[in-house]
């Protein structure tokens, strides 16, 4: 069965600390995996794609990482601001790219 | 260029009422899905449509139908609510690219 499970479920951090949010997945066959932000009331918004081929992809201070022989990826946020307060959701794509498994997110506080 | 637009943004409904849930994109997208968030949970597939006229169920389909007649609207009808079905609700619109999320419909049945 394709799963996709994050962890930490929350996380609560001071502003300007960094933080790592991790997802580990059973898709097959595998096409790309995505990590969304979702602020709270709002639907998902993309933040990176990871092809198979691609180890590291940056997104201004959002760092994301795949390792597709262990099924696993990071989101690595650096010096965290209040409004990287949501929820963190990865999201992989099968290999025809109709099916999509949601992982269960991981929300994040940030506090002053 | 609006993106995914949902109508209405919340709604309470009694047990047995149906209504329908509204979605819009103006990209010309030709895939379009419908999905429920729960807590804790993560978001599941409902419905999904490949073009006008082209319909298909997700994960979830019971209880929910969904037509296509145009490559813009993508409306979710819920026949007869119950309370099972309190969750929010998000439209999305899919490029070869990328997925996009409308707002959600937060919907409560009592």
């Known amino acids: 069965k394709n799963q996709v499970e994050q962890s930490p479920q929350s996380l609560i951090i001071l502003e300007g600390k960094n933080c790592t949010l991790q997802?580990?997945?059973?898709?097959?066959?595998?096409?790309?995996l995505r990590w969304y932000k979702q602020d709270t009331g709002r639907g998902p918004v993309s933040l990176t794609i990871?092809?198979?081929?691609?180890n590291t992809k940056s997104n201004g201070r959002y760092t994301a990482t795949l390792d597709a022989d262990t099924k696993q990826s990071s989101l690595h946020i650096t010096a965290s601001q209040l409004s990287d307060s949501a929820s963190y959701i990865c999201?992989?794509?099968?290999?025809?790219?109709?099916?999509?498994?949601f992982g269960g997110g991981t929300r994040l506080m940030v506090k002053p | 260029n609006a993106g995914v637009t949902q109508t209405p943004k919340f709604q309470v409904l009694k047990t047995g009422q149906s209504m329908t849930l509204q979605c819009a994109q103006d990209?010309?997208?030709?895939?379009m899905s419908w999905y429920r968030q729960d807590p804790g949970m993560g978001l599941r597939l409902i419905h999904y449509?490949?073009?006008?006229?082209?319909?298909d169920q997700g994960e979830v389909p019971n209880g929910y139908n969904v037509s296509r007649s145009t490559t813009e609207d993508f409306p979710l009808r819920l026949l007869s609510a119950a309370p099972s079905q309190t969750s929010v609700y998000f439209c999305?619109?899919?490029?070869?690219?990328?997925?996009?999320f409308g707002p959600g419909t937060r919907l409560t049945v009592t």
């Open positions: 999305a619109s899919r490029s070869i690219y990328e997925q996009y």
């Open positions: 997802c580990n997945y059973t898709v097959s066959p595998f096409s790309n």
């Open positions: 990871m092809t198979f081929s691609e």
């Open positions: 999201v992989v794509y099968n290999n025809a790219g109709n099916m999509l498994t």
């Open positions: 990209m010309n997208h030709e895939y």
């Open positions: 449509s490949v073009g006008a006229g082209i319909t």
